[in-house]
Nanobody
Framework: QVQLVESGGGLVQAGGSLRLSCAAS????????MGWYRQAPGKQRELVAV???????NYADSVKGRFTISRDNAKNTVNLQMNSLKPEDTAVYYC?????????WGQGTQVTVSS
């Protein structure tokens, strides 16, 4: 019903910046929260940031002050601006959306931060 496609991942040096984007398509009406999760090798998936349809945001403590999540309801997109990147930010980043209580996931995009 809802398809999510991430873009913007890549390789960056520590201290650099990346901007991730996620485009939703299909049955995009009534999408509530949208967010970004990440999973590093050998670690559990964790919530990075979430934004409600009206723009309320929450962040993991590890990214507060460095990452900014935003969404454009008209364009059905959610973005994650990542600044002051650290090697520990290296992970596959997944876009997430909730519609009528059902969770949808993107395919993931790799972010690698070198020392």
């Amino acid at each position: 019903q809802v398809q999510l496609v991430e873009s913007g991942g890549g390789l960056v040096q520590a201290g650099g910046s990346l901007r991730l984007s996620c485009a939703a398509s299909g049955s995009t009406s009534s999408i509530n929260d949208m967010g970004w999760y990440r999973q590093a090798p050998g670690k559990q998936r964790e919530l990075v940031a979430v934004v409600s349809r009206v723009g309320n945001t929450n962040y993991a403590d590890s990214v507060k002050g460095r990452f900014t999540i935003s969404r454009d309801n008209a364009k059905n997109t959610v973005n994650l601006q990542m600044n002051s990147l650290k090697p520990e930010d290296t992970a596959v980043y997944y876009c997430n959306a909730i519609r009528y209580g059902y969770e949808y996931w993107g395919q993931g995009t790799q972010v690698t931060v070198s020392s």
